[in-house]
């Protein structure tokens, strides 16, 4: 303690930092044990158990007796597009609460999803699309409804809770776009109607997994490689700026890469209730104040779908999709924001 | 002397002269008249005058009469709906003192909604009156539960929380409606009708239970408008000049959720009608909720009507529901609404 204290400043921040970002990284760690091993529980435990041993071996490419099937094709899609779809909603959703500073603005609640939700429901059940055109579409739509928002929350400078308010009035349009077209649509399915309006994991097989695996990889090296410029917007645009941050450009590609994230997740699973909306501030509770938590969102995010998706499935008295399940535990987190808040304007 | 204070409140109001409000009340009962008959005669099927004339004699002897009589109810409830929810919005933009309360936005409809299908679901509830009665209750616990959230924390009610609490009241609840429906084969297909709302199969069996409730619910808002006047001053003001002030206040929203759940019972959530009417009508008639509450009622319902044709134009041969017409007419409101620096302060 004294020692520490006669060190000089510098050395002493170092050292401070050098703590920080072990402790981060010991975190991130955890987390992604924990979902590991999150992620094996629901491939050996379902309608019936599978010994370890026999789903190590179905994953090497060996034909198990009564296992092959169930775990190929029903259990190992559904982990692994819940992993993936989370871990995209998480990291975007917190580098739109991180760079708005407003826990309230996430893509999900600001209709960004919503917009991305409409151009793949539009694409796939009026126009007959799949694969990358309709991420593509979903990416799209999902920039075009962020400009727009931006643009028309943008008066006398740019309001957080102006936002939000157009963002509510837009996804209540662009929700009942999508209960149009899908009621409209000639084989419609409740099943097909709450993928697009809450998220479902249901009947996504591995190869929707190669987009959401691309995203990430792309635009999620692309946020982990900003985060620092991230960090010093959150001091405002000047201060950043003095940072040596260049705004206009660093912005533009932080806001393509969170809704590049989003949009991909949304055109396979839907927009997944709430996730990009929980998993910052969840993800700032367990690492910690300090730098932007971008790889604990991402992992708290997967986490979240992983075992909102367990629970639908098999925790509750009937099968419902998570976005069912995340949307009951979300609502109520919400309603606490909103009591909690210091009455900062509605207008 | 009350009146006169009432007036002082709402400068805007002198600039509405009797005259000319009597004017715009022609003006509007006689658009309302045109929509009714426009409604009657328009639709996916093209039908002659003589087959209007005995159609709305109820007569049904040959294709086009008939169809001219299924629509007659149709107009009826989207008229009725419209009414209600334009009368409830401004009410509820008066009693929160909020520019953008609306039955949609704050989850009323979402509560109405979930009330009814536990209902189906759970107690085996059938009818049109023990829907309705279900609905009410649920509409009255969403707003009850919506505005103590809202209000909660420093800052009072802002527009800006309740409207947050009223967008994450209606996901709760419409993520509990699917949890309940979906396992319920029986009543799976109802659920349509519960995320659009619609007036196309109406019959007058469905439409006259429901009329009770909305007559009491118009009589008490429109009873309000004198409370509503006051409490637009401020809760202290108001008391001050001899308001009681939770009693304006309870009364003014029982009203407006027996208008709103009467409403959701019969034609499903219908969004956005009671936030824009009363905006529309503030330009009309002013602030006085005297004359704005009927205003608001009689707007409510062309605009219903109207909505309800443009569906059925705008999609032929098939129909867009009233409810996806009004979101799609209403949100860019919503968004001007939020964008105007002053909005007027209720």
């Known amino acids: ?347 | 002397m009350k009146v006169v204070a009432a007036e002082d409140a709402a400068p805007a109001g002198r600039r509405h002269g009797r005259r000319g409000r009597l004017a715009w009340l022609l003006a509007v009962l006689a658009l309302l008249a045109a929509a009714g008959g426009v409604s009657i005669g328009v639709g996916t099927r093209e039908v002659s005058l003589p087959d209007i004339l005995n159609g709305v004699q109820g007569r049904t002897d040959t294709l086009a009469e008939a169809v001219v009589a299924v629509r007659v109810p149709r107009t009826i409830l989207a008229a009725l709906a419209g009414g209600a929810l334009g009368l409830a919005g401004a009410v509820m933009q008066g009693v929160t003192r909020n520019p953008l309360a609306d039955p949609g936005i704050l989850g009323v409809n979402a509560g109405a909604g979930l009330a009814v299908v536990i209902g189906i679901a759970w107690f085996g509830l059938t009818g049109t009156l023990a829907f309705v009665w279900t609905a009410i209750l649920g509409a009255g616990l969403a707003a009850a539960f919506v505005y103590a959230v809202g209000s909660l924390g420093r800052g009072g009610a802002t527009p800006l929380k309740l409207a947050l609490a009223g967008a994450a009241t209606s996901i709760a609840a419409s993520s509990f409606t699917t949890a309940i429906v979906l396992p319920r084969g029986d009543i799976a297909g109802g659920v349509r009708s519960w995320q659009v709302g619609g007036v196309g199969g109406a019959t007058y069996d469905a439409i006259l239970p429901c009329l009770p409730f909305l007559l009491a619910g118009l009589s008490l808002s429109l009873a309000s408008a004198r409370g509503l006047n006051l409490l637009a001053l401020g809760d202290e003001a108001a008391a001050g000049l001899g308001a009681r002030v939770a009693w304006a206040r309870a009364g003014a929203a029982l009203g407006a959720v027996l208008l709103c759940g009467g409403t959701t019972a019969i034609c499903g959530p219908i969004g956005f009608v009671g936030l824009v009417v009363p905006h529309l009508c503030r330009l009309l008639v002013g602030v006085d909720h005297r004359w704005l509450l009927p205003f608001a009622a009689l707007t409510g319902a062309i605009l219903l009507i109207a909505a309800d044709i443009l569906g059925r134009i705008v999609a032929r041969p098939s129909e867009m529901d009233v409810g996806i017409v009004t979101a799609f007419v209403g949100a860019p409101v919503f968004v001007w609404i939020v964008r105007q620096r002053r909005v007027r302060e209720l």
């Open chain 1, 1 to 347: 303690m004294t020692e520490a204290a006669s060190l000089p400043l510098a050395a002493r921040i170092a050292a401070g930092r050098r703590a920080r970002t072990r402790s981060r990284r010991r975190i991130a760690g955890l987390l992604a044990a924990v979902l590991a091993a999150g992620g094996a529980l629901t491939l050996m435990v379902g309608q019936s158990v599978t010994p370890a041993m026999d789903v190590m071996r179905v994953l090497a490419g060996q034909d198990v007796p009564g296992a092959g099937f169930t775990i190929r094709e029903l259990r190992l899609p559904r982990a692994v597009l819940a992993v993936l779809a989370g871990m995209s909603f998480g990291l975007g959703g917190v580098v739109f609460q991180t760079m708005l500073r407003n826990p309230l603005a996430s893509p999900d609640i600001i209709g960004i999803s919503s917009g991305a939700s409409a151009a793949a429901v539009v694409a796939i059940v009026v126009l007959g699309w799949s694969g990358a055109a309709v991420s593509g579409v979903a990416i799209i739509a999902g920039l075009v409804v962020a400009a727009a928002i931006y643009l028309l929350a943008l008066k006398d400078g740019l309001s957080g809770a102006r936002m939000i308010l157009v963002g509510i009035g837009i996804s209540a349009m662009l929700d009942s776009l999508i209960a149009y077209v899908l009621l409209g649509a000639p084989s419609w399915t409740l099943q097909d109607a709450l993928r697009w309006l809450t998220g479902s994991t249901n009947g996504v097989t591995l190869d929707q997994a190669v987009p959401i695996s691309c995203a990430l990889l792309v635009f999620g090296g692309l946020l982990i490689g900003l985060r620092r410029n991230l960090d010093a917007m959150r001091l405002g645009d000047d201060a950043a700026a003095a940072l040596g941050v260049r705004l206009t450009r660093d912005r533009a590609l932080i806001v393509l890469s969170a809704v590049g994230l989003i949009a991909v997740a949304t055109a396979v699973t839907g927009p997944i209730a709430f996730i990009a909306f929980l998993s910052g501030p969840i993800a700032t509770a367990i690492a910690g104040p300090g730098r932007p938590a971008l790889m604990p969102a991402a992992l708290v995010g997967a986490m979240l779908v992983l075992v909102g998706d367990y629970a639908g499935q098999h925790l509750l008295p009937a099968r419902v999709p998570v976005g069912v399940v995340t949307g009951a535990i979300g609502a109520p987190y919400l309603l606490y924001l909103i009591v909690r808040s210091h009455g900062q304007g509605g207008r």
